[in-house]
Protein backbone atom coordinates (compact mmCIF):
# COMPACT_ATOMS: atom_id res chain seq x y z
CA UNK A 1 0.00 0.00 0.00
CA UNK A 2 1.53 3.26 -1.17
CA UNK A 3 1.67 6.43 1.06
CA UNK A 4 0.76 8.04 -2.42
CA UNK A 5 -1.79 6.95 -4.69
CA UNK A 6 -2.32 6.48 -7.94
CA UNK A 7 -4.69 4.64 -10.94
CA UNK A 8 -3.06 1.24 -11.62
CA UNK A 9 -3.74 2.17 -14.97
CA UNK A 10 -5.17 4.71 -17.55
CA UNK A 11 -5.96 4.76 -21.48
CA UNK A 12 -6.13 6.85 -24.39
CA UNK A 13 -5.73 6.85 -28.02
CA UNK A 14 -3.35 8.89 -30.19
CA UNK A 15 -4.21 12.46 -30.30
CA UNK A 16 -6.37 12.10 -27.00
CA UNK A 17 -5.59 14.15 -23.22
CA UNK A 18 -5.30 11.77 -20.53
CA UNK A 19 -4.20 12.95 -16.02
CA UNK A 20 -2.76 10.92 -14.02
CA UNK A 21 -4.06 11.62 -10.54
CA UNK A 22 -1.58 11.29 -7.05
CA UNK A 23 -3.56 11.67 -3.73
CA UNK A 24 -1.55 12.22 -0.64
CA UNK A 25 -2.24 13.64 2.74
CA UNK A 26 -1.76 16.25 5.20
CA UNK A 27 1.67 14.29 5.84
CA UNK A 28 2.93 14.94 2.42
CA UNK A 29 1.40 17.00 -0.31
CA UNK A 30 -1.39 18.39 1.94
CA UNK A 31 1.40 19.79 4.08
CA UNK A 32 3.06 21.44 1.37
CA UNK A 33 5.57 19.21 -0.26
CA UNK A 34 5.80 19.39 -3.70
CA UNK A 35 5.45 16.53 -6.15
CA UNK A 36 7.83 15.14 -9.15
CA UNK A 37 6.92 12.81 -11.60
CA UNK A 38 8.77 10.32 -13.76
CA UNK A 39 8.39 8.34 -16.49
CA UNK A 40 9.13 4.55 -17.04
CA UNK A 41 9.43 3.25 -20.19
CA UNK A 42 10.03 -0.62 -20.42
CA UNK A 43 12.63 -1.97 -19.26
CA UNK A 44 14.56 1.30 -18.69
CA UNK A 45 15.61 3.29 -16.00
CA UNK A 46 13.05 6.46 -14.78
CA UNK A 47 13.24 9.98 -16.43
CA UNK A 48 12.45 13.11 -14.67
CA UNK A 49 9.03 14.23 -16.45
CA UNK A 50 7.82 16.94 -13.90
CA UNK A 51 9.74 18.71 -10.43
CA UNK A 52 7.89 20.87 -7.94
CA UNK A 53 4.35 20.28 -9.19
CA UNK A 54 4.47 22.12 -12.18
CA UNK A 55 7.92 22.54 -13.78
CA UNK A 56 8.96 20.80 -16.70
CA UNK A 57 13.03 20.19 -17.20
CA UNK A 58 14.66 20.38 -20.23
CA UNK A 59 14.03 18.45 -23.12
CA UNK A 60 10.65 17.22 -22.08
CA UNK A 61 8.02 18.11 -24.48
CA UNK A 62 5.56 20.75 -23.08
CA UNK A 63 2.35 17.94 -24.23
CA UNK A 64 3.26 17.03 -20.48
CA UNK A 65 2.26 19.06 -17.48
CA UNK A 66 1.16 18.92 -13.63
CA UNK A 67 -0.69 20.75 -11.52
CA UNK A 68 -2.16 20.72 -7.82
CA UNK A 69 -5.19 21.30 -5.92
CA UNK A 70 -5.43 20.89 -2.30
CA UNK A 71 -3.43 17.15 -1.29
CA UNK A 72 -4.22 15.92 -5.00
CA UNK A 73 -1.80 16.44 -8.00
CA UNK A 74 -2.38 15.47 -11.66
CA UNK A 75 -0.12 14.46 -14.52
CA UNK A 76 -1.84 15.40 -17.61
CA UNK A 77 -0.65 14.38 -21.15
CA UNK A 78 -2.26 16.05 -24.40
CA UNK A 79 -1.59 14.80 -27.80
CA UNK A 80 -1.13 11.16 -26.88
CA UNK A 81 1.47 9.42 -28.71
CA UNK A 82 2.54 5.83 -29.20
CA UNK A 83 5.80 6.89 -27.44
CA UNK A 84 4.40 8.02 -24.49
CA UNK A 85 3.14 4.30 -23.25
CA UNK A 86 4.78 4.08 -20.21
CA UNK A 87 4.63 3.14 -16.23
CA UNK A 88 4.48 7.02 -14.54
CA UNK A 89 5.40 7.30 -10.97
CA UNK A 90 4.50 10.38 -8.53
CA UNK A 91 6.92 11.31 -5.81
CA UNK A 92 6.78 13.57 -2.45
CA UNK A 93 8.21 13.83 1.12
CA UNK A 94 6.37 12.25 4.03
CA UNK A 95 6.36 14.09 7.05
CA UNK A 96 5.40 11.64 9.47
CA UNK A 97 7.74 8.33 7.56
CA UNK A 98 10.72 11.68 7.42
CA UNK A 99 11.35 10.05 4.00
CA UNK A 100 10.55 10.57 0.09
CA UNK A 101 7.56 8.46 -1.03
CA UNK A 102 6.67 7.33 -4.48
CA UNK A 103 3.46 6.44 -5.54
CA UNK A 104 1.87 2.74 -7.09
CA UNK A 105 2.54 3.81 -10.61
CA UNK A 106 -0.19 4.15 -13.40
CA UNK A 107 0.27 2.39 -16.23
CA UNK A 108 -0.23 4.31 -19.49
CA UNK A 109 -1.79 2.71 -22.52
CA UNK A 110 -2.04 4.44 -25.77
CA UNK A 111 -5.00 2.21 -27.84
CA UNK B 1 27.01 14.69 -19.80
CA UNK B 2 25.55 12.79 -16.78
CA UNK B 3 26.74 9.29 -16.09
CA UNK B 4 25.84 7.06 -12.99
CA UNK B 5 26.85 3.52 -13.39
CA UNK B 6 26.08 1.06 -11.13
CA UNK B 7 27.55 -2.39 -10.50
CA UNK B 8 28.12 -5.55 -7.52
CA UNK B 9 24.92 -6.83 -7.96
CA UNK B 10 23.98 -10.47 -8.25
CA UNK B 11 22.94 -13.79 -6.52
CA UNK B 12 23.21 -13.49 -2.51
CA UNK B 13 22.03 -16.05 -0.23
CA UNK B 14 19.62 -15.06 2.58
CA UNK B 15 21.61 -13.82 4.98
CA UNK B 16 24.21 -12.83 2.91
CA UNK B 17 25.98 -9.44 2.19
CA UNK B 18 26.33 -7.23 -1.29
CA UNK B 19 27.97 -4.03 -1.39
CA UNK B 20 26.91 -1.60 -4.31
CA UNK B 21 28.96 0.98 -6.42
CA UNK B 22 28.23 4.04 -8.22
CA UNK B 23 30.41 5.85 -10.74
CA UNK B 24 29.76 9.49 -10.91
CA UNK B 25 30.78 11.67 -13.97
CA UNK B 26 29.74 14.58 -15.80
CA UNK B 27 28.83 16.77 -12.76
CA UNK B 28 30.51 18.26 -9.52
CA UNK B 29 29.88 15.08 -7.29
CA UNK B 30 30.47 16.38 -4.07
CA UNK B 31 28.06 18.89 -4.57
CA UNK B 32 25.13 17.06 -4.69
CA UNK B 33 22.98 14.09 -2.44
CA UNK B 34 22.82 11.09 -4.15
CA UNK B 35 19.77 8.22 -3.56
CA UNK B 36 19.43 4.77 -3.65
CA UNK B 37 16.31 4.04 -5.04
CA UNK B 38 14.96 0.00 -5.97
CA UNK B 39 12.22 -1.46 -7.49
CA UNK B 40 11.60 -5.10 -7.25
CA UNK B 41 10.52 -7.34 -10.22
CA UNK B 42 7.15 -6.00 -11.52
CA UNK B 43 6.96 -3.73 -9.29
CA UNK B 44 7.11 -0.07 -8.04
CA UNK B 45 9.58 2.34 -6.89
CA UNK B 46 11.04 2.62 -3.43
CA UNK B 47 13.49 5.05 -2.38
CA UNK B 48 15.66 3.11 -0.49
CA UNK B 49 18.84 5.59 1.12
CA UNK B 50 20.34 8.84 0.46
CA UNK B 51 23.57 10.48 1.52
CA UNK B 52 23.85 14.72 1.29
CA UNK B 53 26.63 16.33 0.17
CA UNK B 54 27.88 16.84 3.87
CA UNK B 55 27.74 13.17 4.06
CA UNK B 56 24.35 12.77 6.51
CA UNK B 57 22.65 9.82 5.80
CA UNK B 58 19.20 8.64 5.74
CA UNK B 59 17.16 5.40 5.54
CA UNK B 60 13.87 3.65 4.52
CA UNK B 61 12.18 1.06 7.82
CA UNK B 62 12.77 -1.61 5.62
CA UNK B 63 16.22 -1.39 5.16
CA UNK B 64 17.59 0.80 8.01
CA UNK B 65 20.24 -1.60 10.53
CA UNK B 66 20.91 -3.21 7.29
CA UNK B 67 22.10 -1.09 4.62
CA UNK B 68 24.73 1.44 4.70
CA UNK B 69 25.07 4.18 2.33
CA UNK B 70 28.48 5.78 2.04
CA UNK B 71 30.39 8.20 -0.94
CA UNK B 72 33.70 9.20 -1.53
CA UNK B 73 34.00 12.45 -3.15
CA UNK B 74 37.51 12.68 -4.25
CA UNK B 75 36.93 9.20 -6.92
CA UNK B 76 33.08 10.34 -7.54
CA UNK B 77 31.69 6.88 -6.24
CA UNK B 78 28.63 6.07 -4.34
CA UNK B 79 28.20 2.75 -2.11
CA UNK B 80 25.96 1.02 -0.73
CA UNK B 81 26.71 -1.84 2.05
CA UNK B 82 23.66 -4.67 2.21
CA UNK B 83 24.12 -6.96 5.17
CA UNK B 84 21.64 -9.25 6.47
CA UNK B 85 19.60 -9.47 2.83
CA UNK B 86 16.28 -11.04 2.84
CA UNK B 87 14.21 -12.37 -0.24
CA UNK B 88 12.34 -9.45 -0.53
CA UNK B 89 15.58 -7.00 -0.92
CA UNK B 90 15.19 -8.23 -4.27
CA UNK B 91 14.98 -5.65 -6.81
CA UNK B 92 16.86 -3.41 -9.22
CA UNK B 93 19.09 -0.71 -7.67
CA UNK B 94 19.31 2.42 -9.13
CA UNK B 95 21.91 5.02 -8.57
CA UNK B 96 19.48 8.58 -8.49
CA UNK B 97 21.29 12.13 -8.55
CA UNK B 98 19.32 14.61 -6.50
CA UNK B 99 19.34 18.20 -7.50
CA UNK B 100 16.30 20.79 -6.22
CA UNK B 101 15.23 24.48 -6.36
CA UNK B 102 14.99 26.29 -3.16
CA UNK B 103 13.24 23.90 -1.29
CA UNK B 104 11.92 21.08 -3.68
CA UNK B 105 14.37 18.29 -4.23
CA UNK B 106 14.28 15.93 -6.99
CA UNK B 107 15.91 13.00 -8.90
CA UNK B 108 17.26 14.65 -12.12
CA UNK B 109 19.51 12.03 -13.00
CA UNK B 110 19.02 7.96 -12.69
CA UNK B 111 21.59 5.28 -12.93
CA UNK B 112 20.80 2.33 -15.59
CA UNK B 113 20.53 -0.30 -12.40
CA UNK B 114 21.79 -3.34 -11.40
CA UNK B 115 19.95 -6.41 -10.38
CA UNK B 116 20.00 -8.08 -6.58
CA UNK B 117 18.89 -11.38 -6.39
CA UNK B 118 18.39 -12.67 -2.61
CA UNK B 119 17.18 -16.24 -2.66
CA UNK B 120 19.04 -19.90 -2.30
Known amino acids: QSVLTQPPSVSGAPGQRVTISCTGSSSNIGSGHHVNWYQQLPGTAPRLLIY???NRPSGVPDRFSGSKSGTSVSLAITGLQAEDEADYYC???????????FGGGTKLTVL | EVQLLESGGGLVLPGGSLRLSCAAS????????ISWVRQAPGKGLEWVSAITSAGRTYYADSVRGRFTISRDNPNNMLYLQMDSLRAEDTAVFYC??????????????WGQGTLVTVSS
Open chain 2, 96 to 109: AKEDHTGTTPFIDY
Open chain 2, 26 to 33: GFTFNNFA
Open chain 1, 91 to 101: QSYDNRLSTWV
Open chain 1, 52 to 54: GNT
